[in-house]
């Protein structure tokens, strides 16, 4: 049974930083790109980042590149969203998913799109104001 376990949303003021955690319980965590999504109220779930299984990839949603950093620590089973400069439009649900893609040098080409993904985390509230 795979779960996907975030953490570290949070209530916070435009500017300040955040970091989520995803836990994986993937025995072969290795096996999976992993992405984060986000859903705010009212509107689709979107694409935010993704990241290969090695780290030596990465792709952004362009609202916020330059400002969220993806990462993972294979050893824990973990990937990370660092958020910072956050502003009151990254206000969202954030979803941790993981697609069984075993290339660690490129991700699929249809990365951004959520049916890609084989499982999903619950999801941790991120809410900025302004």
């Known amino acids: 049974q795979v779960q996907l376990v975030e953490s570290g949303g949070g209530l916070l003021q435009a500017g300040a930083s955040l970091r989520l955690s995803c836990a994986a319980s993937?025995?072969?965590?290795?096996?999976?790109?992993m992405a984060w999504f986000r859903q705010a109220p009212g509107k689709e779930r979107d694409f935010v980042a993704a990241?290969?299984?090695?780290?030596?990839?990465?792709n952004y949603a362009d609202s916020v590149k330059g400002r969220f950093t993806i990462s993972r620590d294979n050893g824990k089973n973990s990937v990370y969203l660092q958020m910072n400069s956050l502003k009151p439009e990254d206000t969202a649900v954030y979803y941790c998913?993981?697609?069984?893609?075993?290339?660690?040098?490129?991700?699929?080409?249809?990365?951004?799109?959520?049916?890609?993904?084989?499982?999903w985390g619950q999801g941790t509230q991120v809410t900025v104001s302004s």
């Open positions: 990241i290969t299984w090695s780290g030596g990839n990465t």
């Open positions: 993937i025995r072969t965590f290795e096996n999976y790109a």
């Open positions: 998913a993981a697609d069984l893609w075993r290339s660690g040098t490129y991700l699929r080409s249809t990365y951004s799109i959520e049916n890609e993904y084989d499982y």
